[in-house]
């Protein structure tokens, strides 16, 4: 079998350039430093071959992009895709986010990313990191070079990886995976498991530290409103840091509620997290109860699926069945 | 005098009169509880303005300092707090904090020039209080022309003021113009930056002072650069959002300067040392 | 100078607690943050958190007033609360600097007193970086972590912590906490700190950033920089959040709002983004239309008109905080390197 690197990409890239089937390319962009890694365009080859990166440190979900992108002009555009980026690609396209003819999708395999949040609590000051079957190679500026298993850096999103399959493009690079009974619910299940007051204090703890930067919103595949209505300085609910906490709090809850049955699970928004707040596991906590009620769903496994939420069959539980009034677990 | 020691503590203003001037622009006259004018200001200076639970808003004072009893604010409709003040009553509190910005330079660039003040809607707002006080200390200036234009001659404000009093005040020469055609309105009709091409001022020993829409400001800049104006004789006035009205929170920044504080009056060969983003 | 070994820092920390506030640098879920301190809680050895101190001068949201209306009638309620000592510790060199340059924003006339009295109430321990991170370019602004500014200057060693007053308000605190912290007459304090700020010098020498300049920035550099072709590629990813100016210790923009409680009407001042698209939105108009214009804002400011307006200094201190928190990872270290290259593909 042929063995992936950034060349077989970058061929690849200058060659659809070159044929003029497509104009430009969004990609990863190399940085200071090992793990910088930028969502990149890329319109020659000379800037792929000096800057495009592919690697441990692309987690970066490329898919959002196009919503913007697309607009810009009628040219096509190629994109890098992880397995679980495909999924917020068909997830944006069965919400007539753009037009698919403009998008060239290649697959791209992966091996689980690595979280530089992660390395450091091992390796301060690390300058490179060097990966292979046998674990990973920390150099440190101060600490001389620290040997580390792949799961130990690896974040929680892919240690948990849901699929390894690509459920769309239009070229693939290495072979297809399936999809994968992860322990990705365990965590939720143990939220499950506290006392109503537990949970409470859990959520308002990770919460408070919350700084309202947005970041989570602004990199989530499924919000893409072109208005949020915490934008809107007339809602009442403006993006910044409330007078109170616990509009903080409600924050998250109402996002959370809005990409219900949507999101996908890319974990973006705990990847960008400023104060590692897990938020990934709210959205979990929705995607384990829509399986439990209406049977398994997955957000952008298959385009132009509907949704359990926006769906509706005589089969449906009743909500007073979903939701018992003083119920432990509601 | 509104305690500058505290600058983001407003003080109590109690408007005591409002003028309905145009459909959409009310003027409102606020003084603080006792009856005496909230604090001291020069010509081309603002306001924050704020309606407590609504928000606060800039603006500037129309009024000319000379005026030693009450300020006088006209504000068009636009917005949660101007719609919010659209709606008082007479008698209603509300809370004031200034003077904020730099004045038109009156005593000083301006002393005894021939004065071409232009302004289009709402803009004649923030020159309505150095117009009056040119006209308050009229031996100090030389001739003074007003060109005024509007979509229609409901929308020109203090329209009564200027007919009863700046129009016939000797040499004082005001022109005012439509966009449209209108009954019983036989004044001249069409765009400002065209009507101050036809007018043809000199720029022997004279200062202009523009404000109005943007689009008007371009073109009427443009009309007098041909008509021979150099940028330095040249003034408008800038409005951009702002909060805090000392420089600080940083929302009216452009390039270097704040409006609230190194603005809002610039003259035009200081906006060309600024970044276009304004 | 004065000498605390690291088996009773608690007691130190209680004492200087008994006297005023402390916060010290704790690790949470989060990271390293700035805690009250407790008995038992356990100093971070993080080398910095997540959030900078800034925090503590200008909170990412207070109460400024209250209001309380009754028919036409309105009443302005004092509700401040920023008149209480406290003491910070642990404040490493560039925080310590960013508080001169928030200095020149909120107190140039006329001063912000909410910010004033928070400074005039607060001591900073700043405490000298023994580890620098490859992020950290301080040197670059001319901050020396190995001879931090504050009240009271430390260095930790393997063992303890040397502590040296600078200022009287840093000498008074210490004064009265002397039966725990005793001057380090005749011992190994002076050589022990030397021999620290060696080690931090030669770390520095190593760090990839070492060699970043600032040359080519400043005041007057707005026709420079303003057109450069490289803002459309550093800007074409940023999602627009604020992460990169609420983790900055100098960014300083913010919103003043109300909030109508309820039960009455409070007015609040809250940490404000220029990357955020509602910033300069008016009724009227929008004078930064696209994500280029408001991330060029940002850096020009830090790079080009704050020094215009403060004799050459930099807004910026080089933390490293954007670096490590962006979530596309661009930040000022790219912007600096990429401005003034020519051409759109060196972005």
């Known amino acids: 079998m042929q063995e992936i690197t950034r060349d077989t990409l970058i061929s690849r890239a200058k060659e659809l350039l070159a044929s003029g089937e497509v104009d430009r390319v969004y990609g990863w962009k190399r940085g200071e430093f090992c793990y910088d890694v930028t969502p990149a365009l890329f319109t020659d080859a000379e800037s792929l071959e000096k800057d495009f990166e592919w690697g441990d440190f692309c987690g970066a979900n490329l898919s959002k992009y196009l919503v913007e992108e697309t607009r810009k002009s009628e040219g096509k555009i190629l994109v890098f895709m992880k397995p679980c980026d495909t999924y917020s690609f068909n997830q944006l396209l069965t919400e007539h986010r753009f037009d698919r003819e403009k998008v060239y999708v290649i697959g791209t395999p992966c091996a689980g990313m690595l979280d530089p949040k992660r390395i450091r609590d091992h390796a301060e000051s690390f300058t490179s990191v060097v990966s292979d079957e046998n674990g990973v190679t920390v150099s440190t500026l101060f600490d001389g070079d620290v040997k580390l298993d792949r799961s130990e850096v690896m974040p929680d999103r892919c240690l948990n990886c849901k699929s390894k399959k690509h459920v769309a493009y239009d070229e693939l690079f290495g072979e297809d995976g399936g999809t994968i009974a992860s322990g990705r619910f365990d965590e939720v299940e143990k939220i499950e498991k506290m006392t109503p007051d537990e949970r409470f204090e859990f959520w308002r703890g990770e919460l408070s530290r919350c700084i309202r930067c947005n970041a989570c919103r602004d990199v989530c595949p499924a919000c893409t409103c072109e208005k949020c209505v915490f934008d809107n300085p007339n809602s009442g609910v403006e993006n910044k840091a409330a007078e109170n906490s616990f509009e903080e709090q409600m924050f998250h809850i109402i996002r959370a509620f809005h990409v219900a049955g949507r999101c996908t699970d890319c974990g973006e928004c705990s990847r960008v997290c400023p104060q590692q707040i897990p938020l990934h596991l709210l959205n979990r906590k929705f995607i384990k109860d829509i399986d439990g009620f209406y049977g398994e769903y997955q957000a952008g496994a298959e385009v132009g699926s509907r949704a359990p939420l926006v769906d509706y069959t005589t089969e449906d539980i009743e909500p007073s069945d979903a939701v018992k009034g003083g119920d432990e677990n509601a | ?164 009093e700046w129009a016939v005040d000797e040499d004082v020469h005001v022109h005012l113009t439509i966009d449209r055609e209108q009954e019983g309105w036989d004044g001249h009709v069409g765009f400002v930056p065209n009507y101050v091409k036809e007018l043809g001022f000199d720029t022997e020993n004279r200062i202009a002072v523009l404000c109005g829409p943007p689009i008007m400001i371009k073109f009427t800049l443009a009309g007098l650069c041909e008509l021979g104006f150099e940028k330095t004789q040249m003034y408008t006035t800038l409005e951009l959002r702002m909060k805090c009205g000392i420089g600080k929170c940083g929302r009216c920044n452009v390039g270097s300067k704040y409006v609230c504080k190194d603005g809002p009056v610039f003259r035009f060969d200081q906006l060309d040392e600024l970044p276009d983003e304004y | 100078m004065r000498k605390i070994t690291l088996d009773r820092l608690d007691e130190f920390f209680a004492a200087v607690a008994g006297k005023l506030k402390l916060y010290i640098p704790v690790d949470t879920a989060g990271g390293a943050q700035f805690q009250q301190w407790r008995a038992g809680a356990k100093m971070s050895d993080a080398l910095n958190t997540t959030r900078s101190a800034k925090d503590f001068f200008f909170p990412q949201t207070e109460n400024l007033m209250e209001f309380k209306t009754e028919g036409k009638k309105i ?85 303890a912590i040397y502590m040296e007053a600078k200022t009287e308000k840093g000498a008074n605190l210490m004064d009265s906490v002397s039966d725990i912290v005793a001057e380090d007459e005749g011992g190994d304090g002076e050589s022990a700190v030397n021999a620290q700020k060696e080690i931090i010098s030669e770390r520095m020498k190593k760090l990839p950033l070492a060699s970043l300049s600032t040359d080519k920035f400043g005041g007057d550099k707005t026709a420079k920089f303003f057109d450069d072709p490289a803002w459309k590629s550093l800007s074409e990813s940023c999602l ?101 290259e020519g051409g759109e593909n060196n972005g």
């Open chain 2, 1 to 164: 005098m509104a305690d500058m020691k505290e600058p983001l503590i407003p003080a109590i203003g109690e408007v005591v009169d409002i003028r309905m001037d145009t459909p959409d622009i009310k003027t409102f006259r606020v003084v603080t509880p006792d009856g005496k004018k909230a604090f001291d200001h020069r010509p081309g200076q603002c306001a924050m303005l704020s309606v407590p639970g609504v928000g606060e808003g800039m603006f500037s004072i129309t009024s000319s300092p000379t005026n030693t009893e009450y300020m006088e604010f006209s504000i068009k409709k636009c917005g949660c707090v101007t719609e919010w003040l659209h709606s008082m009553e007479v008698g209603q509190q509300i809370t004031i904090r200034g003077p904020y910005g730099n004045p038109f330079p009156v005593d000083d660039e301006f002393a005894g020039k021939n004065m071409l003040f232009i302004a289009g809607g709402v803009g004649l707002a923030p020159l309505r209080s150095v117009i009056n006080y040119c006209r308050h200390y009229r031996d100090r200036y030389g001739r003074i022309d007003i060109v005024y234009g509007s979509r229609s001659k409901d929308d020109l404000l203090d329209y009564q003021e200027i007919i009863n």
């Open chain 3, 75 to 159: 009443e302005i309620i004092d509700v401040r609360r920023e008149n209480e000592d406290f003491a910070i510790f642990g404040v490493r060199a560039c925080d310590v600097r960013s508080f001169d340059v928030l200095d020149r924003a909120f107190l140039s006339e006329p001063a912000d007193t909410y910010y004033q009295n928070r400074r005039e109430h607060g001591v900073i321990f700043s405490l000298a970086c023994s580890k620098p991170a490859e992020t950290c370019f301080c040197g670059t602004f001319g901050i020396d972590p190995a001879n931090p500014k504050g009240d009271i200057v430390c260095y930790k060693t393997d063992d």
């Open chain 3, 240 to 340: 627009g959040c604020g992460t990169c100016t609420f983790v900055c210790p100098t960014c300083q923009c913010y919103d003043i709002k109300d909030f109508n409680a309820g039960n009455g009407i409070k007015r609040f001042r809250c940490w404000d983004s220029c990357m955020y698209s509602e910033f300069t939105k008016m009724s009227a108009g929008q004078p930064r239309l696209t994500q280029l214009e408001r991330f060029r804002q940002r850096f020009m400011h830090k790079l080009v008109y704050y020094p215009a307006n403060n004799d050459g200094m930099f807004s910026c201190v080089g933390c490293g905080r954007c670096l490590s928190k962006c979530p596309i990872q661009m930040n000022i270290v790219k912007v600096m390197k990429n401005l003034g």
